[in-house]
Every structure is written in C-alpha cells, then in structure tokens.
C-alpha cells in the first residue's frame, strides 16, 4: 500500500538554535514489505543549518534532534548522509543493501549501495523530498551534503587554507550541497563550493528497521476458515431431529397402547350389557 502516516506536531529547539523537531511523527510500514523484511527511511530537515563543524557527530545529532518520529512504537535512529574530511557519506551511514522509502511510503532506492538503482548509483527511483512536520522554512531546495554521487567525500579545488581538509567536504571552507529534488546524481551533488556559513537542509537516514509481524488480536480473520461455536449456532429447523419425550402427537396417529385399547373395550362392552339389560326391563314392564 501507499500509506499515510500519521503527524503529530510539537516543537524542540536544537542546539544549533534553527531547526524543529515534529514530535510524534508515526511512520507505518511501505506497501509490499513483508513481516521480517528489512529497509530504511529517509528524510529531508524542515529547517536548516551552516556546516562549519568537521565533525559528523554534530550531524547526526542535528538530524535526531530535527524529529522524533517513531516506527513501531520505538523511536528511530537516524544518521546524517554527509562527509566530513575523515568520513565519507556512504561509510558513515553504511551499506545494509535494504531498499530505502521516503517517510511517506515512496521507496527512493532499491538498496542503500553503489548497485544500480542504488542510494548511491547516480539513478534514484524517486528524488528524497518529503520531510515530517509542517511547511518547511528557509531555502526548499538545496541540502548539504559534502559528498560526491558514489557517496565519498568531495574534494573541490584543493585544500581549505590552513587545513588538510579538501574544500567541498562539511566543516571546509567551502562544501557541496544536493537538490532534493532531483532523482539523478544532483540528489547530492547538485553545486559546489557553497560557504559553510549559508544555511540550507539536510538529509537523514535511518538505522536499519525490521518489518514487525501484525498482533494477531487486531487482524480480522478470514470468515471461510473460521470454526462457529456451536454453542452459539442456531440451527435450521428443517434439520432438527425432536426430542421424543417432548413432542404432542397427533391424536389422528396415535396407535393406542394394547393394555390401554383392551380395557376400553371391556368398558365399552360392559356399558353395553348395561343398557341392553334396561331396555328388557322396561319392556317387561
């Protein structure tokens, strides 16, 4: 199914002081997933942030901070789909070669790898767009990212002055940003150098999720196979044998019991004799 999550709203200031987190977001299950089955999510800030730090931890924790959104009933760990000068995208977040969905149900990849239509193939099923929450502020299109479309760290132009860091990568002095509407290489590498000081979005991905089986109790069985209690069946009549001792015979059909049938016979006679021997009488007289 295409599902429809379900968004609840509320509000957490970061501590880079721009970006909202949409609390209660609950994501559901993409359509064709199976009990068991593994994938991730996606998603794009609401809001935004500079990139002058080169560490990723400061990343990800803008990316968990940006929402709360639980599947399952758990909350989902998200990480930041961005390099830095010692980390490249596609290692930071790893290759689990799960499909991967928008948080609307739209599956943007078919596995998080460099294998063809892949998060990391140049060639995206579907552009990731969808953030959670409300309308989003600030620039709607560009991302940062700092990463080339195989998902390694970019390196622009040589080295920021000053450092070993290659410009182009999050905490140079200049770093890539992606268009998250675009579906070919441009999701991550849309325009370089941007200053790191400019404010614009950024993607998260989540942690590897589990397709749970449904709780028996809420799914409606199937009417073909279930057994009724006979205890609550009423039966058709035209079937039901009657309990003999508690029928009304017809009184057209009964047959008389013999013992029954003799001595109504000698009652009849005897009343008989009775009335032949008045009737002499009386003529006698």
């Known amino acids: 199914m295409r599902f429809i999550s379900t968004i609840l709203f509320g509000s957490v200031i970061t501590a880079f002081g721009v970006d909202i987190a949409s609390a209660g977001a609950i994501l559901s299950t993409p359509h064709g997933l199976q009990a068991g089955g593994h994938f991730r999510f996606v998603y794009v800030t609401r809001m935004t942030t500079t990139v002058y730090s080169s560490d990723i931890a400061t990343y990800d924790a803008f990316i968990n901070k940006s929402s709360d959104a639980t599947y399952n009933g758990e909350r989902i760990t998200w990480k930041a789909i961005g390099s830095t000068s010692s980390v490249n995208a596609i290692n930071h977040i790893g290759v689990t070669g799960y499909p991967v969905y928008n948080v609307d ?55 920021t002055p000053g450092t070993d860091s290659p410009t182009g990568t999050l905490g140079s002095s200049r770093a890539t940003v992606g268009d998250r509407f675009s579906s070919d290489y441009k999701w991550s590498t ?78 009849c006679l005897f009343a008989l004799a009775c009335c032949v021997k008045r009737k002499r009488s009386s003529h006698s007289q």
Request: aromatic share 8%; no cysteine; glycine share 10%.
């Open 105 to 159: 149900g739209v599956r943007v990849a078919a596995t998080d790898s460099t294998g063809p239509h892949g998060l990391w193939s140049g060639s995206l099923e579907s552009s990731i767009s969808q953030y959670i929450g409300s309308k989003p502020t600030g620039n709607d299109t560009y991302v940062w990212t700092g990463t080339n479309t195989d998902g390694t760290a970019t390196a622009y132009g040589g080295t």
């Open 190 to 267: 849309y325009w370089y150098p941007e200053t790191i000081y400019t404010h614009y979005k950024m993607y998260g991905i989540s942690e590897e999720l589990t397709v749970m089986a449904p709780d028996p109790s809420t799914v409606a069985p199937d009417p073909s196979t279930v057994v009724p209690d006979p205890s609550t069946v009423v039966p058709d009549p035209s079937t039901v044998v009657p309990d003999p001792s508690t029928v009304v015979p017809d009184p057209s059909t009964v047959v008389p019991e013999p013992s029954t049938a003799i001595m109504t016979g000698i009652g």
